[in-house]
């Protein structure tokens, strides 16, 4: 049964409650299908996909060995529970990350969203303290960045801190010891370079864990790019010495790789380009090629011996989420990484890094921009009324929406983060594929008034 766009359009606004969306300015914008990196609306109207469908699609919509692998398991079964029952599709997932995670992780636990594996990653933390070989049930604190984000359940947001999002539901978080934001564009006072500032933040965690070190059940880190920050990416060498630190103090260390994993950055996982091996790694978004709701969170031996014991013992990890582990979304994720392997994406991403850097370079001709950053295929386009000082526009002027409206009309869609204009395509785009978001983000930029 089809219906007609102004039918649907008019549901749309009537029911439809939208995420992080303000539905009194909400204007429907319908998407019926897609095809590879191109998103197409109810009117057949083409649009790039230019943040990966918000940060999860990786080898394109439609693409017949993820669609294949989806159909052969929708044939046998589609969901069994991961309450005491298996299927061999998350069992042979798991000894996929098992194999793809660096040792000694080799032990999963499957959720269906991000936040909800955030939220296995601080309960295993904290359940691991009181029930190891030399429990330590002082350690009741987490550690978080200034800025992070990771995700909206209430655990999440407490470790999160955008201001914007987190505020309200203060009164309901738990307390967490929070360190400056790593930000390798606005550096703190007195600093002129990024290993300066590398420096710098890390002097300030080192007095956190001085204070509250013994405290500390984990930390818990964006690796290298703060993504709902608006793309802030961290000077080099911070998250190696976070976990030098992390060492240091015995604190557990929790890699949320939901955004910057699968490859995003060049690499499988953020955490190998400083060579750090958290305790646990965390994914979600793209591991099922960003098809179906599934994430994970992959640990150690040491953790997962914690938690074994007789039945009497109440040692068992008490969570678990009803589609965790979701056979359909593990043949997802099965195939996504068959394809990562054979189709050499990552290194595509590498030599794509290189091509999207220098097309965004060019913006940086407009005053406006003030920064343009770049790792792998996520990329930002800072806007800021004041370049030397970096201040941003106000937020009430929705400056990055205007921008990102304007590039629509060039057949590109993007989802802007205050004044970030955040670029995330796909792993399978191409150099022109790069230079058409270039383009109408220059579109955008033009098409703005900016006094
Ligand atoms: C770093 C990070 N953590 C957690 C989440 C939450 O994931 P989800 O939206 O799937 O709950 C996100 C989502 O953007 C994220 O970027």
Redesign the pocket.
Known sequence: MTFSYEKLAEWDLRHYWHAFTQMADYRPFIIERAEGVWLIDLEGNRYFDGVSS??CNLLGHQHPAINRAILEQLQRVAHVTSLGMSNPAPILLARRLAELTPDPLQHVFYAS??????EVALKMAFQYWRQCDAPEPQRDLFLAVGNA?????IG?VSVGGVARFHSMFDPLLFRVVRGPCPDAYRLPPGVQSATEATAAYLAAYRELFARYGHRLAAVII?PLI???AGMVMHPPGFLAGLAELCREYGVLLIA?????GMGRTGRLWACQWENVVPDFL?I??GISGGYL?L?AVVTSDRIFQAFLGPYAASRSFFHGHTFGGNPLACAAALATFDELHQGHWIDHVQHMEVVLREELQSLRDYPVVGDVRCKGLIAAVELVADRDRKHGFPWEEARGRQVCDAALQRGVWLRPLGNVIVVMPPLVATAEHCQLIVEAIRFGLQSVDWS
């Open positions: 918000l940060w969203d991000g936040a909800c594996a955030v984000y990771h995700g909206d359940t999440g964006e703060q993504g709902a949320d790789e939901i955004a910057v965390v979600g978004k709701p994430s």
